[in-house]
């Protein structure tokens, strides 16, 4: 998982997270867990796309945006590569 600072690039997202999920359960679960936690903050999550499609983006609010990736589908995207230029805040392996 890393989360980059993406501040000083754009106007349309001050955060992304990336992480790798195992499977489509996996993904659904943190897309569960997230959408319970945003809900008892009073936010909402907005997900777009499908668990089986390899990729999904969560609109979490506040220009924080998750992205689940399948391995095989993080690697062709390559997030990171297009956002080189953002300042890493965290990666944990």
């Known amino acids: 998982m890393v989360l980059l600072d993406l501040t000083q690039l ?3 997202a001050d955060y992304f997270v990336i ?3 195992d499977n489509i359960r996996q ?12 809900r008892e903050r009073g936010g909402k999550l907005q997900p ?7 990729w ?3 609109d979490a609010g506040n220009g924080v945006f998750v992205h689940l990736f399948s391995q095989e589908s993080r690697v062709y995207y390559n997030l990171e590569g297009l956002w080189s230029r953002a300042q890493e805040v965290v990666r944990i392996q």
């Open 27 to 38: 993904a659904r679960a943190i897309l569960d867990a997230l959408a319970g936690t945003m």
């Open 56 to 58: 999904v983006m969560a």
């Open 48 to 54: 777009e796309g499908d668990p089986e499609s390899g």
């Open 10 to 12: 754009n106007a349309f």
């Open 19 to 21: 992480a790798t999920v």
